[in-house]
């Protein structure tokens, strides 16, 4: 079946460094992807996301890389922080009719040591 | 503008018993989709509303597992006859419309718990 998954399941950096997080994709449909930071007890929150039109984006402290050859999705995080500590989850979607349904992979654990 | 609210954020049930979980979309926003997260699994998908409307319910187990948006009020999703497989986190999310490139605002969680 079709799905979202994540190469490493924890990362553990130090504070002050950069953080890079992997996500692979299965379904070559997908061309709508997102990243999402949940802290622990609370909601999925939105960090960034990348059509499959760009193969890099970047936002305040935060980019993302896709390639689309490989179909691999990665988040890097510079200057890593303590509130950076979170589960962080990619997501994808492909277009048409169920654009809207969100694929979610496992997630990934960073932990940053101060 | 506040965000997606839902509630209860913990909910403890009993085998047999019903579970209403409620959502309400942030302010302008007519879509409403609900995920379930089962422990050690990622968010899966449950069901897809707008007002008055399912529009898909395919990630909805078949049995037991109902949902509504009214015209007025919050969405509501409703678990009959509560088994301990649906212990789990049950997230909301909210969009403005369904746009082709769909950023979907979470809600912190409904916690259910079924002794």
């Known amino acids: 079946g079709e799905s979202v998954g994540l190469h490493l399941p924890t990362l553990s950096v130090q504070e002050g460094d950069n953080s890079i997080i992997n996500c692979a994709y299965s379904?070559?449909?997908?061309?709508?992807f997102i990243w999402y930071k949940q802290e622990s007890g609370k909601g999925p929150q939105f960090i960034i996301d990348?059509?499959?039109?760009?193969d890099k984006r970047q936002g305040q402290r935060v980019t993302v890389l896709l390639n689309k050859t490989v179909k691999h999705l990665s988040l890097q995080i510079a200057a890593t922080q303590p509130g950076d500590s979170a589960v962080y989850l990619c997501?994808?979607?492909?277009?048409?009719?169920?654009?809207?349904?969100?694929?979610f992979g496992k997630g990934t654990l960073l932990t940053v040591n101060p | 503008n506040a965000g997606v609210m839902q509630n209860p954020r913990h909910l403890v049930r009993r085998r047999g018993q019903e579970a209403r979980l409620r959502c309400s979309p942030m302010?302008?926003?007519?879509?409403v989709y609900w995920y379930r997260q089962l422990p050690e699994e990622g968010l899966k998908f449950m069901v897809y509303?707008?007002?008055?409307?399912?529009?898909?319910e395919s990630g909805m187990p078949k049995e037991r597992f109902s949902a509504e948006f009214p015209k007025e009020g919050p969405s509501i999703l409703r678990i009959q006859q509560v088994v301990r497989g649906d212990s789990a986190a049950y997230f909301c999310?909210?969009?403005?419309?369904?746009?082709?490139?769909?950023?979907?605002?979470f809600g912190p969680g409904t916690r259910l718990t079924v002794l």
């Open positions: 999310a909210s969009s403005p419309t369904q746009r082709t490139y769909n950023e979907q605002f």
């Open positions: 379904n070559s449909a997908s061309d709508y």
């Open positions: 990348i059509r499959s039109n760009m």
């Open positions: 997501a994808e979607s492909s277009s048409g009719g169920s654009n809207y349904k969100l694929t």
């Open positions: 302010k302008g926003h007519s879509h």
């Open positions: 509303l707008q007002k008055e409307n399912i529009i898909d």
